[in-house]
């Protein structure tokens, strides 16, 4: 099943299908099978906010403002070093307006982290980490945005399917490295298999659930 999961795998992103994917009339650059089990722990934890980095073009936001909007609860929390959202139709800007907040700026400034934390400390959040996957960056952007994350929470590292998970690119270690480093002093953060059961994901060990309460220090006990 692997063998066969990852060929669809390679051929999904060397032919950029996920370019082809929208919602509400906006480009949402996610794997459907993603989208489906992140629609699923959002309505079983029912977030105050969603905090996404890396909104790109906003379909992603829309569809997570969508599930909230359906629960009657929540915002999503969105942050991206450009302003590309597209309110190219009413339903599109409405459902933005009334369950979007958007900062412009890197995900991993004081500045931008500052603002979202006065948002969102003590909530119940689940964040989704999609800006620029170098591991450095992710791993920055790990440390600080689990620290707004409770017990149930889920933090998900997206694109770790990258530098050989299955697929190749240029850049060296990405997310998947990231993870990996990560963890091994974060134990108060597990994987989720449960959030690969459709077989396919972008996101392989990504999917991070916060099992602990974390140590004096900010981060879980070492080993």
């Given at each position: 099943?692997?063998?066969?999961?990852?060929?669809f795998?390679?051929?999904?992103?060397?032919?950029?299908?996920?370019?082809?994917t929208?919602?509400?009339?906006?480009?949402?650059?996610?794997?459907?099978?993603?989208?489906?089990?992140?629609?699923?722990?959002?309505?079983?934890f029912?977030?105050?906010?969603?905090i996404?980095?890396?909104?790109?073009?906003?379909?992603?936001?829309?569809?997570?403002?969508?599930?909230?909007?359906?629960?009657?609860?929540?915002?999503v929390?969105?942050?991206?070093?450009?302003?590309?959202?597209?309110?190219?139709?009413?339903?599109?800007?409405?459902?933005l307006?009334?369950?979007?907040?958007?900062?412009?700026?890197?995900?991993?400034?004081?500045?931008?982290?500052?603002?979202?934390?006065k948002?969102?400390?003590?909530?119940?959040?689940?964040?989704?980490?999609d800006?620029?996957?170098?591991?450095?960056?992710?791993?920055?952007?790990?440390?600080?945005?689990?620290?707004?994350?409770?017990?149930?929470?889920?933090?998900?590292?997206?694109?770790t399917h990258?530098s050989g998970?299955p697929?190749d690119?240029?850049?060296?270690?990405?997310?998947?490295?990231?993870?990996?480093?990560?963890?091994?002093?974060?134990?108060?953060?597990?994987?989720?298999?449960?959030c690969?059961?459709?077989?396919m994901?972008?996101?392989?060990?990504?999917?991070?659930?916060?099992?602990?309460?974390?140590?004096?220090?900010?981060?879980?006990?070492?080993?």
């Amino acid at each position: 099943m692997k063998r066969i999961s990852d060929s669809f795998h390679k051929h999904y992103e060397e032919n950029r299908i996920w370019e082809k994917t929208s919602w509400l009339g906006i480009p949402m650059w996610k794997l459907p099978f993603d989208a489906f089990i992140i629609q699923e722990l959002i309505f079983k934890f029912k977030p105050d906010y969603i905090i996404e980095t890396g909104t790109n073009f906003g379909g992603s936001t829309l569809f997570y403002a969508s599930i909230l909007e359906l629960l009657g609860h929540g915002c999503v929390i969105t942050v991206d070093i450009d302003n590309k959202m597209q309110y190219n139709n009413p339903i599109a800007k409405k459902l933005l307006d009334k369950r979007v907040i958007s900062f412009i700026g890197s995900s991993t400034s004081p500045e931008v982290f500052q603002q979202v934390e006065k948002l969102a400390q003590g909530k119940r959040n689940i964040a989704l980490l999609d800006s620029w996957h170098s591991k450095r960056h992710v791993l920055q952007e790990m440390k600080l945005y689990s620290k707004l994350l409770t017990i149930g929470s889920h933090m998900i590292v997206e694109d770790t399917h990258v530098s050989g998970h299955p697929i190749d690119w240029e850049w060296g270690e990405g997310p998947f490295e990231a993870v990996q480093e990560f963890l091994d002093i974060h134990h108060c953060f597990k994987v989720d298999p449960k959030c690969e059961k459709l077989e396919m994901t972008f996101n392989p060990g990504g999917y991070l659930k916060k099992v602990l309460h974390e140590s004096k220090g900010g981060c879980c006990a070492s080993r």
